[in-house]
């Protein structure tokens, strides 16, 4: 992070950007947000550092589309897993598709 940005890995950025648009839609509301976002924090114990700050933004969206009805939670883990495959099966130097995982259905 020496070059200013606040991100790290480009993830983060998008995290954030999906919560502020799931917000502009008027999916979820801000307070609805805050309080996700401070509950997951407060659940994980946050490190005083904040290096774990990220993936308490991933896990209150997680919970936020589980709890609307959006995707169920067992919907998000098997998306993972297969974004996990993905990258294992994806060859270093490549850019990281869905298609690449080897046991995602309807694959090309």
């Known amino acids: ?3 200013g940005s606040v991100f790290e890995q480009p993830w983060q950025a998008q995290a954030l ?4 648009a799931l917000q502009d839609a008027g ?8 309080q ?10 946050a490190a005083p550092d904040g290096r774990d700050y990220y993936d308490s933004v991933v896990a209150a969206l997680e919970e936020l589309l589980a709890r609307r009805g959006i ?11 297969s974004w996990m495959r993905a990258a294992h099966a ?6 990281i598709e869905l298609d690449n995982d080897p046991v995602r259905p309807g694959r090309r």
Do not use: Y
């Not at 950007?17 to 502020?20: C, D, N």
């Open 1 to 3: 992070m020496g070059d």
């Open 27 to 34: 999916v979820i509301s801000p307070s609805e947000w805050s």
């Open 71 to 81: 995707a169920s939670k067992s919907a998000l883990e098997a998306l993972s897993q």
């Open 36 to 45: 996700a976002l401070g509950a997951r924090r407060d659940a994980a114990n």
């Open 17 to 20: 950007a999906m919560a502020q």
């Open 90 to 95: 994806t060859r270093h130097g490549q850019p």
